[in-house]
């Protein structure tokens, strides 16, 4: 069964407006991961962040990590049209495999 | 650097027909992975390999057959295709960051209809 679980389903919003997208999970991991899928296309990662951390930046990204909740946040920052896409948290459990959410759906309108 | 290639791309089967989809990766990763992916239910893991000669099961492997001969390849086969496998196929492969954290890089997928 999937380990994270996104929510929204799905986000509509402007350009230049922000995007957050939610993670939970349910067992103890090593890490939380953040992939993008345009449409069509495979999934490209994003970035990682660590059990030991609590936030990362990379760019207009900004991802934060809450072990006692079990949950993440994605953080898009001025959003553009290229954003447009499908974006997954995968936990590592330190195992074989990572595990993938149902993802959320981003739709950034000019 | 191709990254990770998959081949085909699309193929249309019909019930009870047999093929095999073929993922190559050129960055000489040990791990390979073989995911579907369907409406509203994310990625879902059916078989994966740690090395060269082993393969294990995943999630959802019943209906699926896998082999890695060569390092760089892993082979996903259906035996006798059946409509539920309807889907779009993603292959990956896993490389360690030096902090030990490990991502993956993916194909751009296989889209397989099943009449």
């Known amino acids: 069964s999937q380990q994270g679980e996104e929510d929204p389903q799905a986000l509509s919003i402007q350009e230049g407006e922000n995007a957050t997208m939610n993670c939970s999970y349910k067992t103890s991991i090593n890490n939380l991961q953040w992939y993008r899928q345009n449409s069509g296309r495979g999934l490209v990662h994003l970035i990682l962040i660590r059990s030991n951390e609590r936030e990362k930046h990379s760019g207009r990204l900004r991802v934060t990590l809450d072990t006692s909740k079990k949950s993440s946040s994605l953080l898009i920052t001025a959003s553009r049209a290229a954003d447009t896409a499908s974006y997954f948290c995968a936990t590592d459990k330190a195992g074989t495999a990572l595990i993938f959410g149902k993802g959320t759906t981003l739709s950034v309108s000019s | 650097n191709a990254g990770v290639t998959q081949t085909p791309k699309f193929r249309v089967l019909k019930t009870g027909q047999s093929m095999t989809l073929l993922c190559a990766q050129d960055m000489n990763h040990e791990y390979m992975y073989w995911y579907r992916q369907d409406p509203g239910m994310g990625l879902r893991l059916i078989h994966y390999?740690?090395?060269?000669?082993?393969?294990a099961k995943g999630e959802v492997p019943d209906g699926y057959n896998v082999s890695r001969l060569k390092k760089q390849n892993f082979l996903l086969g259906l035996e006798s295709a059946a409509p539920s496998q309807t889907s779009v196929y993603f292959c990956?492969?896993?490389?360690?960051?030096?902090?030990?954290?490990?991502?993956?890089?993916f194909g751009a997928g296989s889209r397989l209809t099943v009449l």
């Open positions: 390999s740690v090395g060269e000669g082993t393969t």
């Open positions: 990956a492969s896993r490389q360690t960051l030096n902090s030990g954290a490990n991502v993956l890089t």
